[in-house]
């Protein structure tokens, strides 16, 4: 069965100056050979880079710098794999991904803050491939504000700069992905995104109460603008700790199943970017997830549309 993971931190770990392998076969928990075998379909990778903790012009240079060294690298590292993985910037890229029955390669940008409050930063990265977009990290941006256990900063909502960028990401086709944003922020989005937008990785806060996840009436409102939710592996979001189960994610996957229904079920491992003992500690593995679903009696239907279909259905509306 194809599959769309939202989100995985590969890049990061193959930037490292002792970084081994590559994006075609590496010791890490994401490369072509595997995704291959495990019949992705597109595999998102974050360019992401910590930048440190306070906005303003210093952090956001570094963090445009740092994100143009990733496409780079992206760049590099796709030309080790000879036409086999094929990067996504539209809706014809996926087309030829499903009926060449190839894997493709979307890039996203985890936390704004390269674009730093400048618009024409944002039609930069498009044009260099950008295609999704986590709006903020763990720290305030020139977008708004992230998840936070002081309710003070969870409640507020995005900046002016991040209504405006929001706007024009929709206008661009790049999608909005809302995990790691704040409670207010996220309200902001269901009120001002005329497109479905993503949770690219969080589970559910009725099971695991962390800033991170996502309460039953986001669920709700994600489900209702058409949008997905990527399951995270993280042990900390699953609530196991330190160990990434199986049994864990299928309690999230049914609440998520429960509360949003079967059209707002999606993957997003945050594989290279969690740490643990992880049950599923690569791509290769995931049909150890897909066999529990079957025997927790979903139907193939769902299944599907989980690993790749309502993702998919997203791709196709937004870019
Ligand atoms: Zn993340």
Redesign the pocket.
Known sequence: MRLIDL?C?TLAKLAKPYGRGTILENPYSVDLVRLEAADSLIQCF?T?FHSGRYPGPVREKLAFRKAQQRIDLFEKQQKYCGGRLLWIRSRGDIARCRFEHKTGALLTM?DAVPIGGRMENLTHFYERGIRLI?LT??YENAVGYPNSKNASVMEKGLKPFGLDLLAQMEELGIIADV??LSDGGFWDVVKNSGKPFVA??SNARAVTNHP?NLTDDMIRAVAQKGGVIGL?F?PLFLGCDGVSSISHMLRHISHIYRVGGEDVLAVGT?FD?IKGTLQIPGVEKMELLLDALKKHNMTQRVIEKMWWKNALRVFEEVL
């Open positions: 989100h931190d974050s992401f985890e986590t990290w763990n995990s790691h690219s990785h991170r995270n993280c945050d970017g």
